[in-house]
């Protein structure tokens, strides 16, 4: 946990990729990530589920122990809420994510039962509990919805927001994250707030890294990005190969060969 806790520099932002499963795992560690994430809503698509705590428990579990296996990197886990509105419930939980092999999760405040944010003295305790039983075995990133899930007006969202940061960070926290935010003011408003390493969304709106490196981020996520192109390119891929009858999409230049992707997880001479 200590090597991964170390790559949330504020001088150099961790670029935190999510990955869905074993293959996109060893994809990305190929590049050159320092590590990786799982992306909840993408696993749980992978496996046939809607995010939201809706893929059962036990097949995330094993969904990470693969990624795990097959990695040489840290992985950082998505939990969401953590499957769980007790605290006993939910340190069982985080034991069996971290018995995988994660070294992080990311814990939300949003309550996934309910669909409000756990108030905020509830969330808090969640992440006390948690950093009392694992300490530093294990990397937590406390995520807060309140922009995500656009609560309250935004003149006050930024306040709540640093509010809870704030509060995770004295309980703990090894990291907080803030989805939902891309402007450089509210960006540097809550880098402000804490100390802690913020963790930030990417999107298409978010400043550069040299950007985000001057307003004081320790990390970027990319979320479900990566999935959502990959869904998307498989999508246009099927409906032109309908309307055109046509094979010409095999032949796109950024296609792996057979043995460059069999060659990310071993040797073999067959190929289909």
Same mark, same amino acid.
């Given at each position: 946990?200590?090597? @991964?806790?170390?790559? /949330? ?23 050159? !990530? ?14 046939? /589920? ?6 059962? !428990? ?59 944010? !756990? ?14 039983? @694992?300490?530093?075995?294990? !990397? ?27 509060? @995770? ?104």
């Amino acid at each position: 946990m200590q090597d @991964f806790k170390k790559l /949330h520099d504020k001088t150099n932002p961790l670029l935190l990729p999510n990955v869905w499963d074993a293959a996109s795992a060893r994809v990305i560690e190929s590049c050159g !990530f320092k590590a990786i994430a799982t992306s909840s809503a993408a696993l749980a698509w992978s496996l046939g /589920h809607p995010d939201g705590e809706q893929l059962p !428990f036990d097949e995330l579990i094993a969904a990470v122990a693969r990624i795990v296996r097959i990695v040489e990197i840290p992985v950082s886990a998505d939990i969401e809420s953590g499957y769980a509105t007790t605290t006993d419930a939910l340190l069982e939980n985080v034991d069996k994510i971290k018995k995988a092999g994660a070294v992080a999760i990311n814990l939300e405040d949003y309550d996934q039962k309910t669909g409000f944010l !756990f108030p905020l003295e509830m969330a808090r305790e969640r992440v006390a509990k948690v950093k009392e039983r @694992f300490g530093d075995s294990l !990397f937590v990133n406390a995520r807060t919805d309140m922009y995500l899930q656009e609560i309250g007006g935004a003149e006050e969202r930024l306040d709540a927001a640093a509010e809870r940061i704030t509060a @995770f960070a004295d309980a703990g926290a090894d990291g907080v994250f803030v989805p939902g935010v891309s402007d450089g003011p509210t960006i540097a408003a809550l880098t402000a707030s804490s100390e802690t390493p913020l963790n930030i969304l990417a999107g298409a709106d978010t400043p550069s890294v040299d950007a985000l490196r001057g307003l004081g981020v320790a990390r970027v996520s990319l979320g479900i990005a990566l999935a959502r192109i990959m869904l998307g390119e498989t999508r246009a891929i099927g409906q032109t190969l309908l309307r055109t009858g046509e094979f010409s999409f095999a032949a796109n230049p950024r296609a792996m060969s057979f043995s460059e992707a069999n060659g990310l997880f071993g040797n073999s001479s067959q190929s289909v």
